[in-house]
């Protein structure tokens, strides 16, 4: 089992920054990438950033590229997502996801096995 927990979401206006945090815990070693992950009310969970724990190749969804920076540090087994330029559209709960399996298509939720608890994050305009 892998515990994921999250910390670094709030309150923010708009071209803002936030960093968000996740620590992971239990048989990390089995982890072969992360991911971070939002969901705005009434909205289905989408994809944001993801990072291979092995070479740390990153993902972003087309919206973030150039605004989120998805980083990691394996001895500590934690993962940051840094966010600048905050939007409105931008505001949803944010979880943090371990994959444990193989494969190369990281958008997809259904290839995380683990998942945080979810931190909220407000842009307002």
């Known amino acids: 089992q892998v515990q994921l927990v999250e910390s670094g979401g709030g309150l923010v206006q708009a071209g803002g920054s936030l960093r968000l945090s996740c620590a992971a815990s239990?048989?990390?070693?089995?982890?072969?990438?992360m991911g971070w992950f939002r969901q705005a009310p009434g909205k289905e969970r989408e994809f944001v950033a993801a990072?291979?724990?092995?070479?740390?190749?990153?993902y972003y969804k087309d919206s973030v590229k150039g605004r989120f920076t998805i980083s990691k540090d394996n001895a500590e087994n934690t993962v940051a997502l840094q966010m600048n330029s905050l939007k409105p559209d931008d505001t949803a709960d944010y979880y943090c996801?371990?994959?444990?399996?193989?494969?190369?298509?990281?958008?997809?939720?259904?290839?995380?096995?683990?998942w945080g608890q979810g931190t909220q994050v407000t842009v307002s305009p």
């Open positions: 239990g048989r990390t070693f089995s982890i072969t990438a």
């Open positions: 996801a371990a994959r444990v399996a193989g494969g190369t298509y990281y958008a997809s939720p259904v290839t995380y096995a683990y």
């Open positions: 990072i291979v724990r092995s070479g740390g190749f990153t």
